[in-house]
C-alpha cells in the first residue's frame, strides 16, 4: 500500500484513482523538497510556483525557499496522518495533507510532533500552489 492509499480519507469515490494520483504528487514533491533534490521537485512545479509559509515567509520560488531551508534546519520531514482530495476541475485537483513534522535544526533543537497542514494545488498533474501551516515557532 503506499502511502497515498493509506492517508487518503476524504475524496470522490467517482473520481478516486485520480484522487490516489494527485495525492501521490504531492507526497512526492515533499518528498523531494525533504531531500532538497532541486531538480526533481523542479520537474513537479508548474509556472509561477511561489510557496506560501506561516507568518509572512513566502517565497518567489522554489531556489529561494530551498535557500532559507538550508540556513535553518539539517532536515525536516513529513508524517501523514491523513490527506484530502478535492477536485475543482476536469485537471484541477486540491490537496490537503495532515500530519506532524519531525527534524533537526542547525543550532541542533530537534523538532518532533509538530502540527502542519499542507494545501496544494495541482494542474495538469504539476504542483502550482503551496500553503503551509504549522506549529513551529
Not at 485537483?93 to 499542507?118: K, N, P, Q, S
Amino acid at each position: 500500500m503506499t502511502d497515498a492509499e493509506a492517508a487518503v480519507v476524504a475524496c470522490d469515490p467517482s473520481r478516486r484513482a485520480e484522487g490516489l494520483e494527485a495525492a501521490a504528487r504531492a507526497i512526492d514533491f515533499l518528498r523531494t523538497t525533504e531531500a532538497r533534490d532541486m531538480a526533481e521537485a523542479r520537474r513537479r512545479i508548474g509556472p509561477g510556483f511561489a510557496p506560501r509559509f506561516p507568518r509572512g515567509r513566502n517565497y518567489d520560488s522554489l531556489d529561494t525557499w530551498l535557500a532559507a531551508s538550508r540556513q535553518a534546519y539539517k532536515f525536516m520531514g513529513k508524517k501523514f496522518a491523513r490527506i484530502d482530495v478535492a477536485f475543482t476541475g476536469p485537471a484541477t485537483a486540491v490537496v490537503y495533507c495532515y500530519g506532524t513534522l519531525h527534524g533537526e535544526y542547525l543550532d541542533g533543537r530537534v523538532v518532533d510532533g509538530v502540527r502542519f497542514i499542507d494545501r496544494f494545488e495541482i494542474r495538469n498533474g504539476l504542483i502550482c500552489e503551496q500553503d503551509v501551516w504549522n506549529d513551529l515557532v
